[in-house]
């Protein structure tokens, strides 16, 4: 940091005082199922035996624990897609609301964004080599060669937006900030955002935090 400043004049919020707006916070508390019941007694049974030096931390850790837990917090279908969607979890309420300051919105077009860092989209194997390498052989090959797709995994993502479009919100309202893969499209996807034609924007804070100016109609 001593060198940066060498460089850089650095300010911080406190100094800088720029006007922000006021956040109003709406806390929904929502109650654990009783199968996330049983799955956190499992996790703390594992953290015993961790604790314990009963098993060796190339089978199981606190890492690998934790990062569980953070799983089945948000929803247990994470764990295993075969468990029930319960009414009153997270994201069933989480869609609620959405709907509801979708509905409220509908005359003036306004928009949401909704962030979520877990569970979120992945590409598919195949394109992630084609973006990565940036290649027009591979893209070429990719489309002449017809590729079994391989089953959908499932995300709260996904999830969310097929429960939105099911409730009457048309699928192109609802946008992925992990579409919008390049300048060009992250570039159309803001303006959409801020004319009203995306109305829900879901993304991580990684990919969603600094730097989208989408607030026109926020």
């Known amino acids: 940091m001593t060198l940066f400043k060498e460089a850089a004049d650095i300010k911080t919020s406190d100094q800088l005082n720029l006007p922000t707006p006021t956040p109003i916070y709406h806390n929904v508390v929502a109650q654990p199922t009783e199968i996330q019941k049983g799955m956190v007694q499992e996790l703390s049974e594992r953290a015993a035996k961790v604790h314990a030096g009963i098993v060796d931390a190339s089978t199981d850790n ?3 624990i934790t990062s569980a837990g953070r799983k089945l917090g948000l929803d247990q ?3 295993n897609p075969m468990l029930p969607d319960e009414e009153t979890t997270k994201v069933n309420q989480c869609v609620a609301n959405i709907l509801q300051y979708w509905r409220d919105g509908e005359e003036e077009k306004l928009t949401q964004l909704v962030f979520c860092d877990i569970s979120t989209p992945q590409a598919a194997p195949s394109k992630k080599a084609a973006k990565q390498l940036d290649n027009p052989l591979l893209h070429g090959l990719e489309e002449a060669i017809p590729l079994d797709e391989p089953e959908p995994a499932f995300t709260i993502y996904e999830d969310i937006r097929q429960k939105l479009i099911a409730q009457g919100m048309p699928a192109e309202q609802i946008a992925f900030i992990h579409e919008a893969n ?6 159309e996807l803001f303006s959409k955002v801020r004319t009203g034609q995306v109305r829900v924007l879901l993304g991580s804070t990684a ?3 600094a730097g989208t100016n989408v607030q026109d109609r926020l």
């Open 62 to 64: 606190m890492l690998k």
């Open 182 to 187: 390049t300048e060009v499209r992250k570039k």
């Open 77 to 79: 279908r994470i764990i």
């Open 207 to 209: 990919k969603m935090g």
